[in-house]
């Protein structure tokens, strides 16, 4: 599975930017995606996780309510709606994918990232 991500750019705080990652191959039932960030001289850090089956998702706790992971089955297709931003959610945006149900650091198919840059 090869992942690709859009949709970056720079945005004013308490702008809008939505994220898309597709895959080259399918993503089955049992995979999990999700966007994971990182911010120069951080580590790489969780964003959002949905399972593509049943359609769960997990947020970090910095962007619930205002960070929303959705998908399109039929595109094999990851977004990241993002609203409200803050200056501190600069930071290279990745698309990950799992065949063991939970995206996480550790999985094995990432895209190449797409930098989001919020201004105060």
């Known amino acids: 599975v090869q992942l690709v991500e859009s949709g970056g750019g720079l945005v004013q705080a308490g702008g809008s930017l939505r994220l898309s990652c597709v895959a080259s191959?399918?993503?089955?039932?049992?995979?999990?995606v999700g966007w994971f960030r990182q911010a120069p001289g951080k580590d790489r850090e969780f964003v959002a996780i949905l399972a593509w089956g049943a359609g769960t998702t997990r947020y970090a706790d910095s962007v619930k309510g205002r960070f929303t992971i959705s998908r399109d089955i039929a595109k094999d297709t990851v977004y990241l709606q993002m609203n409200s931003l803050k200056v501190e959610d600069t930071a290279v945006y990745y698309c990950?994918?799992?065949?063991?149900?939970?995206?996480?650091?550790?999985?094995?198919?990432w895209g190449q990232g797409t930098q989001v840059t919020v201004s105060s």
């Open positions: 191959g399918r993503f089955f039932n049992n995979y999990g």
């Open positions: 990950a994918a799992d065949w063991r149900t939970t995206a996480s650091l550790r999985s094995p198919y």
